[in-house]
């Protein structure tokens, strides 16, 4: 069975910086694409990117709202992806969720299983 | 603004059957399938319905999802009270090049 865990959230000030990781145990990771997800208090999902595998060269998609600032990576050897978040804003504020495409699924939106989520609180 | 659009509440009474509506355009629901997801207060979102119209393992048959067009709807018929939570539409968006989610209908159950 897969699990996700997500760490790394915390309290920053605008204008810094974040690193957040996720750790997946089970099979496939290495051939698996990774995506991140949040969710601003109160509020719904929002896609913020993704990355895939090594065999379609680690290509990486953002969203608008994130490109230029976050970067997400990934650790094969480690079975573990990252987002590095860079120059944040208040409302960058959300949970953040790691997530992967769930068997059988033949669309990018389908995620499954998804892990705990880690907060990142943006705040002077 | 989310690109899709569902509306900010649903109701219903044990036993009833309701629908949430989630609408898009061309560049994804119309193009892509759609996916639905179930979040329960306090935790992270599950996978209730992919591929439009299939069910994970563990997913009672009383939930079912259907497309027309850039719509597509999530039926929960029998609804009972666990099924109170806020459900999410989502699909690929070949514009954007992303994935796109509904802004998410929160469901009472009466």
């Known amino acids: 069975e897969v699990e996700l865990v997500e760490s790394g959230g915390g309290l920053v000030q605008p204008g810094g910086s974040l690193i957040l990781s996720c750790v997946v145990s089970?099979?496939?990771?290495?051939?698996?694409?990774i995506h991140w997800v949040r969710q601003a208090p109160g509020k719904g999902l929002e896609w913020i990117g993704r990355?895939?595998?090594?065999?379609?060269?680690?290509?990486?998609v953002y969203a608008a709202s994130v490109r230029g600032r976050f970067t997400i990576s990934r650790d094969d050897s480690q079975n573990t992806a990252f987002v590095e978040m860079n120059s944040l804003k208040t409302e960058d504020t959300a949970m953040y969720y790691c997530?992967?495409?769930?068997?059988?699924?033949?669309?990018?939106?389908?995620?499954?299983?998804w892990g705990q989520g880690t907060l990142v609180t943006v705040s002077s | 603004q989310s690109v899709l659009t569902q509306p900010p509440s649903a109701s219903g009474t044990p036993g009833q059957r309701v629908a949430v509506s989630c609408s898009g355009t061309s560049s994804n629901i119309g193009s892509n399938s759609v996916t639905w997801y179930q979040q329960l207060p306090g935790t992270a979102p599950k996978l209730l319905i992919y591929n439009t119209v299939q069910r994970p393992s563990g997913v009672p048959d009383r939930f079912s999802g259907s497309n027309s067009g850039t719509s597509a709807s999530l039926a929960i018929s029998g609804l009972q009270s666990e099924d109170e939570a806020h459900y999410y539409c989502?699909?690929?968006?070949?514009?954007?090049?992303?994935?796109?989610f509904g802004g998410g209908t929160k469901l009472t159950v009466l």
């Open positions: 997530t992967r495409p769930g068997r059988g699924c033949r669309t990018t939106s389908c995620f499954d299983p």
């Open positions: 990355i895939r595998s090594k065999g379609n060269n680690y290509a990486t």
């Open positions: 089970g099979p496939s990771f290495s051939a698996s694409a």
């Open positions: 989502a699909a690929w968006d070949d514009s954007l090049n992303g994935v796109v």
